[in-house]
């Protein structure tokens, strides 16, 4: 069993920074792929960025790209979400979810581990 815990969240202005962290618990978490989706009101969760089990190769859907950053650091069983220039748009919730082997998907239903999520609110 794996827990995940997010945190990180709050509030900021249009244009600021957040960055979100996710502890993962479990001794194997360099060979898991991490991601990151979010769930915005009304709306259905999307993907939001991925990171494979060694950090070298990530992606990013496209409203976010040259804006976020997914990083991790496996001593610490940590993996990271950097936003920048945020827009209200990005308001959500933000879920880690982790698969436990080293392939890379962005489909929801093949995550069987999620965080409690963590709210992020962007004001205009």
């Known amino acids: 069993q794996v827990q995940l815990v997010e945190s990180g969240g709050g509030l900021v202005q249009a244009g600021g920074s957040l960055r979100l962290s996710c502890v993962a618990s479990?001794?194997?978490?360099?060979?898991?792929?991490m991601a990151w989706f979010r769930q915005a009101p009304g709306k259905e969760r999307e993907f939001v960025a991925l990171?494979?089990?060694?950090?070298?190769?990530?992606y990013y859907a496209d409203s976010v790209k040259g804006r976020f950053t997914i990083s991790r650091d496996n001593a610490k069983n940590t993996v990271y979400l950097q936003m920048n220039s945020l827009k209200p748009e990005d308001t959500a919730v933000y879920y880690c979810?982790?698969?436990?082997?080293?392939?890379?998907?962005?489909?929801?239903?093949?995550?069987?581990?999620w965080g409690q999520g963590t709210q992020a609110t962007v004001s205009s």
């Open positions: 479990g001794r194997t978490f360099n060979t898991y792929t």
């Open positions: 990171i494979t089990w060694s950090g070298s190769r990530t």
């Open positions: 979810a982790a698969r436990l082997d080293y392939s890379i998907t962005y489909a929801q239903n093949m995550y069987p581990y």
